[in-house]
């Protein structure tokens, strides 16, 4: 069991940015070789895939932030991030941070964050 803790969310301007931290740690896990992945969740909208890095380095990206989010992850530290740049009032959701599924799949991932909400007004 991995603990997975967001930060960085809050309220920002369209147009503007924002950078989310998931910092990760367990006994005994080897986060460097797991896939970690970012989802979000809107009112009453199914939780969907952001954003996802493998430990190959390979990345994936939803076709609705291509572009605009970069995903990135340091191994010394533990942590991935999710830089949000462009925001657009459709990003408006809870994000959450996801370790060991495969992809933007939700339903491969059995260990999540709290969630950390970010909220873009026009």
């Known amino acids: 069991q991995v603990h997975l803790v967001e930060s960085g969310g809050g309220s920002v301007q369209a147009g503007g940015s924002l950078r989310l931290s998931c910092a990760a740690s367990?006994?005994?896990?080897?986060?460097?070789?797991?896939?970690m992945g970012w989802f979000r969740q809107a009112p009453g909208k199914k939780r969907e895939g952001v954003a996802a890095i493998e430990s190959s380095g390979s990345i994936s990206y939803a076709d609705s932030v291509k572009g605009r989010f970069t995903i990135s992850k340091d191994n010394a530290k533990n942590t991935v991030y999710l830089q949000m740049n462009s925001l657009k009032l459709e990003d408006t959701a809870m994000y959450y941070c996801?370790?060991?599924?495969?992809?933007?799949?939700?339903?491969?991932?059995?260990?999540w964050g709290q969630g950390t909400q970010v909220t873009v007004s026009s």
């Open positions: 367990a006994s005994g896990y080897i986060y460097s070789s797991y896939c």
């Open positions: 996801a370790a060991g599924g495969v992809g933007l799949v939700v339903s491969f991932y059995r260990n």
